[in-house]
C-alpha cells in the first residue's frame, strides 16, 4: 500500500516542498543579509544609505545606480553582477577589486552566500539581462 501511494504523494508534494525551501533561504538570506550588509545597503532605493542600493543588483552593471558617487575602481570595471561576481565579492571583495571603497567583508562560507544570493534574487524584480540586452 505504501509503495504505491508513496510515488503520488511525493509528486504532490515536491512543488510545495520547493516553495517552502526558497522561501526558507530567502528568510535566511535577509536575516544575514540585515546582519552583514544592511547597515550600508539599503534595500528600497528611496531610503538613504552608504552603499549603494541593492534592488535589482542581480546582473546589474556594477557602479550603475544613478548619481551614486561610486569609486573609479567600480565604475570602470565593467563587469555585471552575475552570481559569481556576488559570490567573489562578498568573499573578498577588495582582493576582486582593488580601489573599491567598500569595506572588507569577507563570506566565505558558500551557504552563507547561498543565502545571501537568494535574498538578492528575491529583492531583483526586473529583468536586467534584458535591460542591459538593449544598450
Ligand atoms: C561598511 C559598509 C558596507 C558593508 C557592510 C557592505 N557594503 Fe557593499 N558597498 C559599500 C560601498 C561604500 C559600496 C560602493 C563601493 C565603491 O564605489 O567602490 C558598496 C558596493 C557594493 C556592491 C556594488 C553595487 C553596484 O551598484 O555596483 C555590491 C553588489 C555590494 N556592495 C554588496 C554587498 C553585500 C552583499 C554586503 C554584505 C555581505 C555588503 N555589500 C556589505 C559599503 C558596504
Known amino acids: 500500500m505504501l509503495r504505491l501511494t508513496l ?3 511525493l509528486c504532490f508534494a ?3 516542498l520547493a516553495d517552502t525551501f526558497d522561501e526558507i533561504k530567502v528568510s535566511a538570506g535577509q536575516k ?3 546582519a552583514e550588509c544592511r547597515r550600508c545597503h539599503a534595500v528600497d532605493s ?5 552603499g549603494p542600493p541593492l534592488t535589482n543588483i ?3 552593471g556594477a557602479g550603475t545606480f544613478p548619481d551614486y558617487d561610486y569609486s573609479t575602481a567600480l565604475s570602470a570595471s ?3 553582477w552575475t552570481p559569481a561576481a556576488l559570490r567573489a565579492w562578498m568573499e573578498d571583495n577588495d582582493g576582486f577589486m582593488p580601489g573599491t ?3 572588507h567583508v569577507g563570506i566565505e562560507d558558500r551557504t552563507v552566500q547561498d543565502f545571501i544570493l537568494s535574498y538578492l534574487a528575491a529583492i531583483t524584480t526586473q529583468d536586467n539581462r ?3 540586452g538593449k544598450d
Open 7 to 9: 510515488p503520488v504523494v
Open 14 to 16: 515536491a512543488p510545495a
Open 32 to 34: 544575514l543579509f540585515d
Open 46 to 50: 528611496k531610503d538613504p544609505s552608504y
Open 58 to 60: 542581480l546582473y546589474r
Open 78 to 80: 565593467g563587469i555585471v
Open 101 to 103: 571603497k567598500m569595506r
Open 130 to 132: 534584458a535591460v542591459e
